[in-house]
């Protein structure tokens, strides 16, 4: 938090005080205002405000609900309460909006001072909040991030990063500009697994790369049980649904559209290939030292679509494979023999991780790093990590540059499936695809009226 913030938010209790003084009403403050065992006062917090009351959206704000330095001060999202309309439609009733969201904020402090809102930019004109928990569907993370920035609102940010390359570029070259902390949603970089198998392969600890394999998840999964009700139905009463469009193709509501399966409609998001690419094709990027470049060739591309007629219009079951100027060469799929996770294989052995997972082989490999090898940068908490670089001047773990390196790969991977493409070559420096207009033309996608990003 910078000096200005904490010494105006001091000021404004201290008016608070003073004026509860001097109209006689006792200055008591609950203790749910003072952090966990009184222990951060209100002027050292950071306020957060969540924009994106989903699944996704709420389990994170979990996290910041139980950091004693942050105040959860407003939640914002498209949809009042989903069970309100939708009882026995989803598998979770109730726990979608911001009315839920709200309680549950309320709950957590023991208050009920947690505001409302509808709109995004409501939440971005409070002179109040510092920072925003960015959890939206991937069409609207590129115009909410830009104007959060713009607003010096600091940013946790969940992947994928853009809809699009050319948003990520915008998206972050913004934050640079402004100046604000960036913080993105790709946990992995906060695990222990996946930091200590990228700092063996920096380190050249199974020698030189043969190859490295990439799972992926598979099927465009029913993840809100409402899959089958692709018909056209009245918009329900409690959600703005043109605003939850917003910058995307005007569409009929049906209720397969939404809570989460909306991940696989490509006017959205991007599929697997950017879902769960965005956090395994970056652990790759971070082990080969590429955080700040990418490959220059794609390959081996191959895809099967929903059947014609379908409403989801993503790739259920892919694979192809990309190589970097130095010959490394990545194989991602679906899924691979070992499920999803990352096999990096070397020439003299092998590690596999995932989540709660690392193997590396043959076993005598597994000993500590010597003194002088490359230590990467070790966070062990996610999301403390956000708030230690905007009350501390930490860094993070996730910079947006890097998000958006990463997920530039899933991008191209995408582009290149959907136009049915043999190869693709692309330029990391100036970040252009060679020789083909028509994959150049898929960097950026026009936005619905009136929204737009400049």
Not at 50 to 65: A, E, Q, S, Y
Not at 90 to 110: C, M, N, Q, S, W
Not at 305 to 324: I, V
């Amino acid at each position: 938090m910078s000096h200005d913030s904490v010494t105006s938010r001091r000021r404004f209790f201290q008016q608070c005080t003073a004026a509860g003084a001097a109209l006689g009403f006792p200055t008591i403050i609950p203790s749910s205002a003072l952090g966990k065992d009184g222990a951060v006062a209100p002027s050292n917090r950071t306020t957060l405000a969540l924009i994106g009351c989903g699944g996704r959206g709420t389990d994170v704000l979990k996290n910041f609900l139980q950091d004693e330095r942050v105040q959860v001060i407003a939640v914002c999202d498209v949809e009042r309460e989903s069970d309100r309309y939708n009882k026995g439609l989803i598998k979770k009733a109730g726990t979608f909006g911001r009315e839920p969201t709200k309680r549950l904020v309320d709950k957590t402090y023991g208050t009920t001072g947690c505001a409302t809102h509808e709109d995004f930019r409501e939440v971005l004109a409070r002179g109040d909040v510092d920072a925003v928990q960015i959890a939206t569907p991937d069409h609207w993370h590129a115009l909410q991030a830009v104007a959060a920035a713009r607003a010096k609102k600091h940013i946790y940010g969940e992947k994928p990063l853009s809809l699009t390359i050319a948003q990520g570029r915008f998206m972050s070259d913004v934050v640079r500009q402004s100046g604000v902390v960036w913080q993105t949603g790709s946990q992995q970089r906060s695990d222990v697994h996946f930091r200590m198998a990228a700092e063996y392969v920096r380190n050249g600890k199974i020698g030189r790369l043969k190859q490295i394999r990439v799972g992926l998840a598979s099927d465009n999964r029913d993840n809100n049980g409402c899959a089958s009700q692709t018909a056209p139905t009245p918009v329900p009463e409690g959600l703005n649904y043109d605003l939850w469009l917003g910058p995307a193709p005007e569409a009929p509501f049906c209720p397969a559209r939404l809570h989460s399966n909306w991940r696989w409609f490509y006017d959205y998001s991007g599929g697997n290939i950017t879902d769960f690419g965005a956090h395994h094709l970056d652990i790759v990027q971070w082990a080969l030292g590429m955080d700040e470049s990418g490959p220059v060739e794609f390959f081996d591309l191959r895809a099967e679509w929903p059947a014609p007629g379908s409403l989801y219009t993503t790739a259920p079951k892919f694979a192809f494979a990309y190589r970097y100027a130095d010959g490394t060469t990545v194989h991602v799929k679906d899924k691979q023999d070992f499920g999803a996770g990352i096999s990096f294989e070397g020439e003299l052995g092998t590690i596999l991780c995932n989540r709660g997972k690392l193997d590396i082989q043959p076993v005598a490999f597994r000993k500590p790093l010597a003194e002088g090898d490359v230590r990467l940068f070790e966070s062990k908490d996610h999301f403390r990590n956000f708030i230690d670089a905007i009350q501390d001047g930490a860094k993070t773990a996730a910079p947006i540059e890097y998000a958006h390196r990463s997920i530039t790969i899933a991008h191209l991977a995408n582009i290149a499936l959907r136009l049915h493409r043999e190869k693709l070559r692309w330029d990391p420096v100036k970040e252009q695809i060679l020789d083909d207009p028509e994959t150049t033309a898929m960097l950026t996608r026009p936005m619905r009226g009136p929204w737009k990003l400049a």
